[in-house]
């Protein structure tokens, strides 16, 4: 089990890497938008990598290259709320193909995914983190390097737990 600690370090087995968190801290998310990084415990259902960017990525999860049309719906009047989209697209989305390095690399969590709630939040990923370890939205950032390491050592059934 991965464990996220208000701290802001994660912890795997002997690896223990600093992280970013949302700006509002852990606790029970509220809403889309609310920069809260959701408590609780997850499951990582997908990567998304930038072959371009990285290669020969080791992992035992189901790994998807991102491709320049792929963004990730946040619009919360949408059927396809907190789902990966083709691009381009009138609803309110993230890109996932981006200039800066934050999503070369991305886990998704299953948070608000089974049901998917409306306004709930979404998009909440595991990616690079920013200079400095800024604040997120609400996602886990970590350096490219220990993501890397990270993503090689899970397995499909590794959990989360955010606290």
Same mark, same amino acid.
């Given at each position: 089990?991965?464990?996220?600690?208000?701290?802001?370090?994660?912890?795997? +087995?002997?690896?223990?890497?600093?992280?970013?968190?949302?700006?509002?801290?852990?606790?029970? +998310?509220?809403?889309?938008?609310?920069?809260?990084?959701?408590?609780?415990?997850?499951?990582?259902?997908?990567?998304?990598?930038?072959?371009?960017?990285?290669?020969?990525?080791?992992?035992?999860?189901?790994?998807?290259?991102? +491709?320049?049309?792929?963004?990730?719906?946040?619009?919360?009047?949408?059927?396809?709320?907190?789902?990966?989209?083709?691009?381009?697209?009138?609803?309110?989305?993230?890109? !996932?193909?981006?200039?800066?390095? !934050?999503?070369?690399?991305?886990?998704?969590?299953?948070?608000?995914?089974?049901?998917?709630?409306?306004? +709930?939040?979404?998009?909440?990923?595991?990616?690079?983190?920013?200079?400095?370890?800024?604040?997120?939205?609400?996602?886990?950032?970590?350096?490219?390097?220990? !993501?890397?390491?990270?993503?090689?050592?899970?397995?499909?059934?590794?959990?989360?737990?955010?606290?």
């Amino acid at each position: 089990m991965i464990i996220v600690k208000k701290s802001g370090y994660l912890k795997y +087995k002997n690896l223990k890497f600093r992280c970013a968190l949302g700006k509002a801290g852990i606790k029970k +998310k509220e809403r889309e938008g609310d920069n809260v990084t959701p408590k609780g415990t997850f499951k990582i259902t997908k990567i998304y990598y930038r072959h371009d960017k990285i290669k020969n990525i080791k992992t035992l999860i189901k790994k998807i290259k991102i +491709k320049k049309n792929m963004g990730w719906c946040d619009d919360s009047t949408s059927s396809f709320y907190n789902r990966q989209i083709k691009l381009p697209s009138q609803l309110s989305h993230e890109r !996932l193909y981006r200039n800066d390095n !934050l999503y070369d690399l991305i886990l998704v969590l299953n948070y608000n995914t089974n049901p998917i709630i409306k306004n +709930k939040g979404s998009a909440i990923f595991i990616h690079i983190a920013k200079k400095y370890y800024r604040k997120t939205k609400g996602c886990i950032a970590l350096s490219k390097e220990n !993501l890397i390491e990270l993503v090689s050592k899970i397995k499909k059934k590794t959990k989360i737990k955010i606290n």
